[in-house]
């Protein structure tokens, strides 16, 4: 109960976080030099024609006025239209989210599926063979640039071996008929997966480097604390320690870093999408910015704040469920 | 007399850091007997905990226990012994690991640590925690030991036991958790338990709480107890028998009557003017001069000489062992050269200036921590 309590309490905190965002973005794209009038018209442009724009996208109201119909438009989920697509923003956005959002779920879930039993097993078996390789990997791994990965992969997978695809994804839930190369539900999956994993090893690697090695140094410092000792001195069993009462504990500091990778997953999920050319909500914020698309860039920022809050969100109610320390302090 | 309950023949630990071989404990013995509640006295850093950690070879890395032989109920917990190599060796006798841990740890040796807000696990509710050690130790369903767990609870004095035994430990406070604590040990009915300075973390009136609640529960369940202490007023309260440590090994063994009255060891009877005692009027403490040099490079000859008030010039090359100095009266055994039952050149030998620089106040109550 006092869990679903303290849900609730941050879901509301998040409120303030995402109008913070809004208006800090209004504001600086409104300070940035140039407008998007004067792109679509040119060097020299008809004041006429300039005034006639400007009144259509509502460009010339006050900025307050135009912020806050902004966001009695927003609450009602509509985000203006795009002035390079000539489309509703939303209707941009459904198109480009879910590649995203595919890409960055799987990239995280294939990072804690390995990370997790590798940092525990390096710790386990601390300075050991096993330890000193998976130390190696993490160490290399937190330190290359995902677009990096991303392009040594595309090289060897794609171009050397000809195995996988570099370019694109396809949605695991799209019909057959739309997929080449697939006729079937199974195969569009199985097609889906092969676009899937390279972006996906490039954008999780770091990731799942940087989880590793929290993981492992989380477990050493639990396995050293004076609740492990108690539970071996009454004769439990080292397997046991390991995997009930070490493990819940060290969980709470690689949650924290789970929710702080986050952020470094938005920044590379837009490298990623601009490496293997996928369209997806990355790509549509920086061709957004160099067009001075307002509307788009004002969705798009909007959006990948709500997901991080999301995500922030998440990450706070799996530690309170994990710590009770944390979901308890609530109620006082 | 029957054999005693644990015998511990000259241990030795040592831990193995970067800056060199640490003796933290470097042949102690001692026993403890059926029932009887044993205490272990020093100052910080005397190598108490890890000896007391040894018995049920709980010693953590880089420390390993180099010598000696425990002996519980007849069976070997431990005997090193050192190879023609030079390298010490557990021998045959010693019962293997898997073995310790299911029928000793728990079942017949307990423990108790100095910190009870370290001691719980945090993210399971405390009766869960003293159900699993009752289940694993006791052969019992899961609902008898939930019955046993609240039962426990209750006998060392939580109120609503069978409404708080679904909290956390964060929801009691520090002597709330060691009574859980010494609810957990008792409830594996072990035949001893080990007590490394369990109430060292608490104020003086919760101590005062515990080791009420200990002696009686000691009486009433007959368990035998290692007790580690810095504190005099502790060992004054509670224990049969004192062993005092200093840098790893035992200087003074005695009843606690004898160890009081008739005190065989300048360092026991520093310990003692350092701390307020209820049957004397003194004009202010003394505490003892200087500080305890560390094991990694302890002082020749007997440890105690850089800081004993009675020392002299044979002090400096001779290393007393404990031995008996009340020719058999009674059991008391001291380790310093001052006795007859040492031959030795002391007596004609000029006295050392010692405890030069500030005084260290060994104990009071509370204060210390690490060991
Ligand atoms: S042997 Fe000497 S230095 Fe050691 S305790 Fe006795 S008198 Fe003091």
Redesign the pocket.
């Known amino acids: 109960m006092s869990l679903l309590r303290y849900s609730g309490r941050r879901v509301v905190q998040a409120i303030p976080v995402l109008l913070g965002v809004v208006a800090i973005t209004f504001t600086l794209i409104n300070a940035a030099p140039g407008n998007p009038v004067e792109i679509m018209l040119g060097p020299s442009p008809n004041q006429a024609a300039v005034e006639t724009l400007k009144a259509k996208y509502g460009l010339d109201q006050p900025l307050h006025v135009r912020f806050w119909k902004y966001l009695v438009n927003l609450v009602q989920l509509d985000m203006g239209r795009s002035i390079y697509y000539d489309a509703p923003v939303t209707t941009k956005i459904a198109q480009r989210l879910p590649q995203t959002i595919l890409l960055m779920v799987s990239s995280f879930a294939f990072a804690i599926a390995t990370a997790v039993p590798l940092g525990v097993i390096s710790a386990k078996r601390r300075n050991k063979p096993t330890d000193h390789v998976t130390r190696i990997v993490s160490l290399v791994g937190v330190s290359t640039p995902s677009f990096w990965i991303g392009l040594v992969l595309i090289l060897l997978f794609s171009y050397n071996l000809g195995v996988l695809p570099a370019t694109n994804l396809v949605m695991p839930w799209a019909h057959p008929s739309n997929v080449t190369g697939a006729s079937t539900r199974l195969g569009v999956l199985y097609v889906a997966g092969a676009h899937l994993l390279l972006p996906m090893l490039s954008l999780g690697t770091l990731q799942m480097a940087a989880i590793t090695r929290i993981e492992r140094s989380s477990m050493l410092e639990v396995l050293s604390d004076d609740y492990v000792r108690l539970a071996r001195a009454y004769g439990v069993t080292e397997r046991t320690i390991l995997r009930k009462h070490a493990f819940r504990n060290a969980q709470l500091p690689v949650i924290t870093i789970i929710g702080l990778q986050l952020t470094t997953a938005i920044g590379g999920a837009v490298l990623t999408e601009t490496v293997f050319e996928i369209n997806g909500m990355g790509r549509l914020i920086v061709s957004s910015i160099s067009r001075q698309d307002f509307p788009v860039v004002m969705g798009t920022t909007f959006v990948f704040a709500l997901v991080f809050v999301v995500g922030v969100i998440l990450t706070d109610i799996s530690y309170a469920y994990i710590d009770p320390r944390v979901s308890y302090g609530d109620q006082e | 007399m029957s054999a005693p309950l644990l015998r511990v023949d000259d241990l030795q630990v040592q831990f193995f850091t970067e800056d060199g071989v640490v003796r933290a404990v470097d042949g102690i013995s001692f026993d403890v007997r059926e029932g009887e509640l044993v205490g272990l006295v020093g100052e910080s850093g005397a190598g108490k905990s890890v000896a007391v950690s040894a018995i049920m070879r709980l010693v953590e890395s880089p420390g390993r226990i180099v010598g000696g032989h425990i002996e519980f109920k007849g069976e070997t917990l431990i005997e090193v012994e050192r190879g023609d190599d030079g390298e010490s060796y557990r021998t045959d006798a010693t019962i293997p690991d898997g073995e310790l841990r299911e029928r000793i740890r728990g079942r017949e040796i307990a423990i108790i640590f100095q910190d009870p807000m370290e001691s719980l696990n945090p993210v399971f509710t405390v009766g869960g925690q003293l159900r699993e050690f009752i289940e694993l130790n006791r052969d019992l369903s899961e609902e008898d030991a939930r019955e046993e767990a609240v039962r426990m609870l209750r006998e060392v004095g939580i109120p609503e036991a069978a409404a708080r035994y679904d909290d956390y430990p964060h929801q009691f406070s520090g002597g709330m958790r060691q009574r859980v604590l010494i609810a957990m040990a008792l409830a594996c009915e072990p035949a001893l338990i080990i007590a490394d300075e369990p109430t060292t973390a608490l104020d003086v009136t919760v101590e005062a709480q515990i080791l009420d609640l200990v002696d009686e529960l000691q009486e009433r369940y007959d368990t035998s107890f290692v007790w580690v202490t810095h504190d005099m007023g502790v060992v004054a309260e509670i224990c049969d028998r004192v062993n005092v440590m200093y840098l790893g090994e035992i ?1 003074e063994q005695a009843p606690v009557d004898d160890l009081f009255y008739d005190t065989q ?3 026991t009877e520093a310990l003692l003017d350092s701390v307020p005692r209820p049957d004397e009027t003194v004009e202010e403490l003394n505490p003892i001069k200087g500080v305890m040099p560390e094991a990694i490079n302890p002082p020749a ?2 440890r ?2 850089t800081r ?1 008030p ?3 010039e ?2 400096k090359t ?1 290393n ?1 062992d404990c031995r008996d100095v009340t020719d058999g009266v009674t059991e008391h055994r001291a ?4 006795h007859d039952a040492f031959e030795t050149t ?1 007596e004609g030998s000029p006295p050392l200036e010692t405890g030069s620089g500030g005084g260290f106040d060994v104990s009071l109550s509370g204060g210390e921590t690490d060991d």
């Open positions: 200087v060891h300048p360092y000859g007997c105690f000489h004993c009675d020392a002299r044979a002090c001779t007393p380790a310093c050269i001052k002391y």
